[in-house]
């Protein structure tokens, strides 16, 4: 269901989250029997859940922080690349942004970090109330919104990719340090398979290839022969 976070994120006690590995969910759900069950809060959770197989990292050392406040960096990029990127993914669109990140690597000498952000919502949120403690503080020094400040240090151009709407990530759009490429499933599928499902919406890891490398032709970094030959290497029909 595209559009389920997108309607999630008008509720003011819901905390969403779309996770995409077992650790995430681990964390989001211990905290939230805490939250509700022990400390009383009334509040409720939206945790999207997946029924793919795939492989199951270990958790990295030091991310419970970045789960539970919606965004953190899962992996650097690969060393000794000319060019610099950054792939935000939540839930099961990692799958394509780790291909993606392959793909860059191996064949436009591109290094791209991959970012889970487990919840755009909170990271929308906490944007908000920063600057509305930054209106109504004038005198004082301005706070940085988490999504600014944790990508500030991210490489690149950004592009987030989700199965949900292109909505949900642009949700914190205008915080984004960097130019910002969502990719998302906006409209109805005709598909007959997820593979299918995600070529049709241009989610997939050879979409996330070149959203990437687009944005970096946008730049100047690479020449826009560069994304063609990807258009061209995948298959990819630009006038459908």
Not at 151 to 164: E, K, N, S
Not at 177 to 183: A, E, Q, V
Request: charged share 25%; with cysteine; net charge negative.
């Amino acid at each position: 269901d595209g559009h389920s976070l997108l309607l999630a994120s008008t509720v003011p006690v819901c905390e969403a989250y779309d996770p995409a590995f077992a650790y995430e969910m681990a964390t989001i759900v211990e905290q939230g029997l805490r939250r509700m069950y022990a400390d009383g809060e009334d509040i409720f959770y939206y945790v999207t859940l997946y029924n793919e197989n795939y492989p199951q990292p270990p958790m990295p050392e030091g991310s419970a922080d970045g789960i539970l406040r919606g965004l953190y960096r899962l992996s650097p990029a690969p060393d000794g690349k000319t060019h610099q990127a950054t792939v935000m993914f939540s839930g099961i669109a990692h799958t394509a942004a780790r291909q993606a990140r392959k793909e860059l690597a191996d064949h436009y000498d591109v290094g791209a970090e991959l970012w889970s952000a487990t919840s755009y919502k909170k990271l929308r949120e906490e944007a908000l109330s920063v600057e509305r403690w930054n209106r109504l503080h004038p005198g004082e020094q301005p706070r940085t919104p988490l999504v600014t400040e944790l990508l500030a240090t991210a490489p690149g151009p950004v592009v987030a990719v989700t199965d949900h709407m292109k909505a949900v990530p642009d949700q914190v759009a205008r915080w984004v340090p960097h130019r910002f490429t969502p990719l998302g499933t906006d409209g109805f599928g005709r598909s007959d398979t997820r593979e299918a499902l995600r070529r049709f919406f241009e989610t997939d890891g050879p979409h996330v290839t070149v959203a990437v490398l687009s944005a970096l032709a946008a730049e100047g970094v690479v020449p826009a022969e560069t994304v063609q030959d990807a258009i061209a290497r995948y298959g990819i029909d630009a006038d459908v």
